[in-house]
C-alpha cells in the first residue's frame, strides 16, 4: 500500500485507508481513485499529489547567480509600487494608523491605475507565466533564499508556490470543464495569502498560511 | 508604547474600563486613546479576559537586512504576479460572461496578494522601516507620472514617526 501527497495541504491519501466520506473504499489504488476525485482538505487535483517515497532524495540543482550591483528600488515597476503600497497600508491599519493607512492606499491606487495599460491577456496567459514561476522562478528562488538562510523569504515562497500551483490547477480545470466547473459552487479568497477554494464546506483553517477561516473571503458572481 | 484593543475579539466585557487609571479605554470608537495610555502600563491587557488588548512599541528595531540577490529574485517572480494580476483585471473588466468575471477576479486578487507577499519580504515589513522612508524618498527625488500626489508622500514621511527608529538598518 502506497501513500500519496497533496503538494498543496499536506493531505495524505493512504491507499489502506481510502476515502471513505467520498466512497473511496479503503485499499484502493491511487491509479483506481477517479479523475475527478479531489483533495478533501484544499481542493486540489489528482496532478497535484506526488507519492510518498522512502527515499526521495532530488538532485539538488546548481546554485549560480550573478552578482548584480543593488539599485532594486528604482527597478519597481508600477504595479509593484502599487502592490508595495498596498501592502504597506494593511501594515499600517493592523497598528490602528488609519491615517497612513488611507495615504499608502491613495498611493497603490494612483500606481495602479497607472499601471494597468498593459494588462491585455487570455487566461492561458495567466497559467503560461504561472508555469514559468513553478519551473524556474520559485526553483531559483527557493535557492536563493535557502543560501541566504532568510526564513521570511522562504516562508512567502512556499505559501505562494502552492498557490500557484493551485491556481493552475483551477485554470487547467476550467479550460476543460469552462462553467461548469464552478456552477452550483461558491468561490472563496484567503485574504493572507490569496489560497482559492471552490466548494461549499471551507476548511476551518487555510491549508496554505493556517489562518482561520473567517479570514477567508467569499467572492460572489455578479 | 500604547494599547490598542482587538475590536473582533473584544466581547464588551469591560474589565479594561474598570481598571485602567486615566479611562482610556472608555471611548466611543471602539479603540484606546493613545494619547492617555501609560506608556508600557498594560493592566488592562492583563485584565481582559478575551485577550483583546495588546500594547504597540512607538519605536522599532531595524528590520532583518536582505541580501541584494534575495530582493532581487522575489522581485522578479512578484513582477510576474503583477502582470498576472493585470492580465486577469483586464478580462474581468472585459468580458460578458459573469463566471468568467468572478474567476478572473479571484485570480486578481489572489495574484495581487501574492505579488505583496514577496515585496514585503524583500525588505519593506516594516511601514516605519529605513528602507521604506528611502522609499518614499526615492518617489520624490524622482519623475513620477502624470497627477502624482505629492503631498500624500510628504504627509506620509511627516506622520510616520520614522525618526523614532533606529538607524543601523
Ligand atoms: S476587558 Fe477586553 S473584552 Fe472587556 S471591554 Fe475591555 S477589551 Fe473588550
Ligand atoms: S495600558 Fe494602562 S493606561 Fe493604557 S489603556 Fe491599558 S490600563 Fe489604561
Ligand atoms: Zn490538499
Ligand atoms: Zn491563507
Redesign the pocket.
Known amino acids: 500500500m502506497r501513500k500519496y501527497t497533496c503538494s498543496i495541504c499536506g493531505y495524505v491519501y493512504d491507499e489502506a485507508i481510502g476515502d471513505p466520506a467520498r466512497g473511496i473504499a479503503p485499499g484502493t489504488k491511487w491509479e483506481d481513485v477517479p479523475e475527478d476525485w479531489h483533495c478533501p482538505l484544499c481542493g486540489a487535483t489528482k496532478a497535484d499529489f506526488a507519492e510518498d517515497k522512502i527515499n526521495n532524495k532530488s538532485a539538488t540543482p546548481e546554485l549560480s547567480i550573478v552578482e548584480n550591483e543593488a539599485n532594486s528600488m528604482s527597478e519597481l515597476s508600477f504595479g509593484e509600487v502599487s502592490a508595495l503600497c498596498s501592502n504597506l497600508s494593511k501594515g499600517c491599519a493592523k497598528q490602528y494608523r488609519l491615517e497612513e493607512a488611507e495615504l499608502f492606499n491613495q498611493l497603490a491606487e494612483f500606481y495602479k491605475a497607472k499601471s494597468s495599460i498593459a494588462g491585455a491577456g487570455q487566461l492561458k496567459d495567466i497559467s503560461t507565466l504561472g508555469e514559468r514561476d513553478l519551473a524556474s522562478g520559485y526553483v531559483q528562488a527557493n535557492l536563493i533564499a535557502a543560501d541566504a538562510s532568510d526564513r521570511g523569504a522562504l516562508r512567502a515562497l512556499v505559501w505562494g508556490e502552492k498557490v500557484t500551483r493551485i491556481l493552475n490547477s483551477i485554470l487547467r480545470r476550467y479550460e476543460k470543464q469552462q462553467d461548469t466547473l464552478l456552477e452550483n459552487k461558491h468561490l472563496y479568497v484567503c485574504d493572507i495569502c490569496g489560497f482559492v477554494y471552490i466548494g461549499d464546506k471551507l476548511p476551518d483553517i487555510c491549508p496554505v498560511c493556517k489562518v482561520p477561516n473567517e479570514k477567508i473571503t467569499e467572492i460572489k458572481r455578479r | 508604547m500604547h494599547a490598542i ?3 473582533n ?9 474598570y481598571v485602567c487609571p486615566t479611562g482610556a ?1 472608555d471611548t466611543e470608537t471602539g479603540q484606546i486613546d493613545a494619547s492617555r495610555c501609560l506608556d508600557g502600563c498594560r493592566i ?1 491587557i492583563d ?7 495588546s500594547l504597540i512599541p512607538a519605536a522599532f528595531p531595524a528590520q532583518q537586512r536582505k541580501t541584494d540577490t534575495v530582493k532581487k529574485t522575489l522581485l522578479s517572480l512578484a513582477e510576474s504576479k503583477v502582470k498576472q494580476e493585470q492580465i486577469a483585471a483586464y478580462i474581468e473588466k472585459n468580458t460578458d460572461n459573469p463566471v468568467l468575471k468572478q474567476l478572473a477576479q479571484v485570480l486578481c486578487i489572489s495574484n495581487q496578494l501574492m505579488a505583496e507577499d514577496l515585496i514585503r519580504e524583500s525588505g519593506y515589513m516594516l511601514p516605519q522601516s529605513q528602507n521604506v522612508q528611502d522609499f518614499l524618498k526615492l518617489l520624490l527625488d524622482t519623475d513620477q507620472p502624470e497627477g502624482f500626489p505629492k503631498e500624500v508622500v510628504e504627509r506620509l514621511l511627516a506622520i510616520l514617526n520614522l525618526e523614532n527608529l533606529d538607524q543601523t538598518e
Request: proline content about 5%; aromatic content about 0%; hydrophobic content about 35%.
Open positions: 484593543r482587538n475590536i475579539l473584544c466581547t464588551k466585557d469591560c474589565l479594561c474600563l479605554t488592562c485584565a481582559c479576559p478575551s485577550h483583546a488588548i
